[in-house]
């Protein structure tokens, strides 16, 4: 299946700072991303879905000055969590759609990079 | 997003067949119905999909109901690999986004 890369996976960042998160399609282009955050014990939840050269669209609860999405090419989404604190602590997923897989917009097939432990001390 | 229900957790033992059930009763006609597994500290991987017809792939097969309100995810042999937390996703909208539930986490027994 297709690759979607996720960079670093591993972060620890003092509080107050911001930390990027990269994610790239490798071997497709990907018009959609997606940002999920998954606390232990606990399910993904959708952050945001990212569409290339537009804004980012929030889900509720979602602070979209918190965490910057910018998806400014077809293999690259980042994420920016700014002015980070102890409880944005969490496992960050990206997901990239890839359109080669089917018709239907629910029916392409969606990958998972390996995502990214943020650590805020 | 219309809801999947899926028991919390099953058991199984290595090298037999593993039926996990997967019940969408609001399902629309435009909704797929997607399978990932997610192992702990990692991605979610992807395992199936499909809308209508029963589908088959290198790592497992999907059984949908005549009236598309439930669904089976069929792995034909279970090994110790297997063990992970499975998701019964329904994808449809404009974006296709994926909201997981809690999913079902597969124990595998040697």
């Known amino acids: 299946g297709a690759v979607v890369s996720q960079h670093p996976s591993r972060v620890i960042c003092k509080s107050g700072t911001s930390v990027k998160i990269e994610c790239r399609s490798l071997?497709?282009?990907?018009?959609?991303m997606f940002w999920y955050r998954q606390f232990p014990k606990q399910s993904l939840m959708l952050m945001a879905t990212?569409?290339?050269?537009?804004?980012?669209?929030?889900e509720q609860g979602v602070e979209k000055d918190k965490f910057l999405i910018n998806h400014a090419s077809l293999t690259l989404s980042t994420l920016t969590v700014t002015s980070a604190h102890p409880e944005d602590s969490s496992f960050y997923i990206c997901?990239?759609?890839?359109?080669?897989?089917?018709?239907?917009?629910?029916?392409?097939?969606?990958?998972f990079g390996e995502g990214s432990w943020l650590t805020v001390v | 997003d219309a809801k999947t229900t899926q028991p919390n957790s099953m058991e199984s033992n290595e090298e037999e067949p593993v039926h996990l059930p997967c019940n969408h009763s609001?399902?629309?006609?435009?909704?797929?119905i997607h399978w990932y597994r997610q192992l702990p500290s990692q991605g979610p991987e992807y395992v199936i999909h499909g809308l209508t017809s029963n589908v088959n792939n290198r790592m497992a097969s999907l059984a949908i109901a005549e009236d598309r309100k439930s669904s089976t995810l069929i792995l034909h042999r279970a090994t110790l690999r297997d063990a992970a937390v499975y998701y019964c996703?329904?994808?449809?909208?404009?974006?296709?986004?994926?909201?997981f539930g809690k999913g079902t986490k597969l124990s595998v027994k040697p």
């Open positions: 997901s990239a759609r890839d359109r080669r897989t089917g018709g239907a917009v629910g029916g392409n097939t969606i990958y």
């Open positions: 609001t399902i629309s006609g435009t909704d797929y």
């Open positions: 996703i329904l994808s449809g909208g404009s974006q296709g986004n994926l909201i």
């Open positions: 990212s569409n290339e050269g537009s804004k980012a669209t929030y």
């Open positions: 071997d497709f282009q990907a018009t959609t």
